[in-house]
């Protein structure tokens, strides 16, 4: 498999605070890969460095050309989803989409082929506001596909999710992995991480713990179980966690205070 994302000696700082350091990963086409790991491990910053939110503050990432030697394109699905409550389900995933340069007809293709799959198809013209946290997610990571992405990214996507709805998020990615798609998975949970990925990278601390599928760790580490692993690689104690914040431009600093202040039933759910 071809190398899609490469991570080299990546370090992000937030003042004093090191949240990531000396971080070296390759994500392939057509894999799975888990990060792992507890509160404040580092997980979030190192999507957002993926995602283009964070620049990191030393080291380098390097993308493969997108398909057919188009421009590289992710989809990403933050733990906040971020939906326009006055847009209905179909409306918000269309406006990402025509971001994008899809045309309306390819993304509603993908999108009723998506929520079919989701379960999700009745909910397309329903407006997001009163939608429950599962429907949130369902819409959010179409709305993440429906541009055919050459990646996908996702923050916890099943936190705070029912049974059948986390099943069929899973099942999604499992289908999306065999048909050659690439999705890192950021998760706190050991077991869900087994399920789904190939790979898993333990992040502890702001640092690459292990990177092995997960029949590897347990030969590695000589364990049983993958909790016996992990706690293994994460003897260290736990980091307090830090807010992590950048400094805002004035533009964007103008448009927090406008959005915030004269706005208070802000657009988006968080």
Not at 191 to 208: F, L, T, Y
Not at 217 to 246: C, I, N, W
Request: proline share 3%; glycine share 10%.
């Amino acid at each position: 498999m071809s190398t899609l994302i490469s991570l080299k000696d990546i370090g992000k700082k937030f003042g004093d605070v090191e949240a990531l350091s000396n971080v070296n990963l390759e994500i392939s086409r057509g894999e799975v890969v888990g990060l792992v790991g507890g509160n404040g491990a580092g997980k979030t910053t190192l999507l957002r460095i993926i995602s283009g939110v964070y620049n990191p503050s030393e080291g380098s990432i390097e993308f493969e050309d997108g398909v057919d030697g188009n421009a590289f394109r992710l989809g990403v699905v933050p733990e906040s989803t971020g939906l326009y409550y006055r847009l209905t389900a179909w409306e918000n995933i269309r406006y990402h989409t025509r971001i994008h340069g899809v045309t309306d007809d390819v993304a509603w293709e993908r999108t009723s082929y998506l929520a079919k799959l989701l379960n999700h198809e009745d909910a397309l013209g329903r407006h997001t506001r009163g939608f429950s946290k599962g429907m949130r997610q369902k819409t959010a990571i179409i709305r993440a596909l429906a541009h055919g992405p050459d990646a996908l990214l996702l923050d916890e996507p099943t936190s705070g999710l029912d049974v059948t709805s986390a099943r069929s998020v899973r099942k999604l990615v499992q289908q999306l992995r065999d048909e050659g798609g690439t999705v890192v998975y950021s998760t706190h949970r050991l077991e869900e991480a087994r399920q789904v990925c190939d790979r898993i990278v333990i992040v502890h601390n702001g640092s690459i713990r292990a990177d092995s599928t997960p029949s590897e760790l347990l030969s590695e580490t000589g364990s049983k179980t993958l909790e016996e692993a992990y706690v293994q690689l994460t003897k260290d104690e736990s980091r307090p966690r830090h807010e992590q914040k950048e400094s805002e431009g004035k533009l964007s600093k103008w448009w927090r205070r406008f959005l915030t202040g004269n706005t208070p039933e802000v657009f988006e759910d968080e």
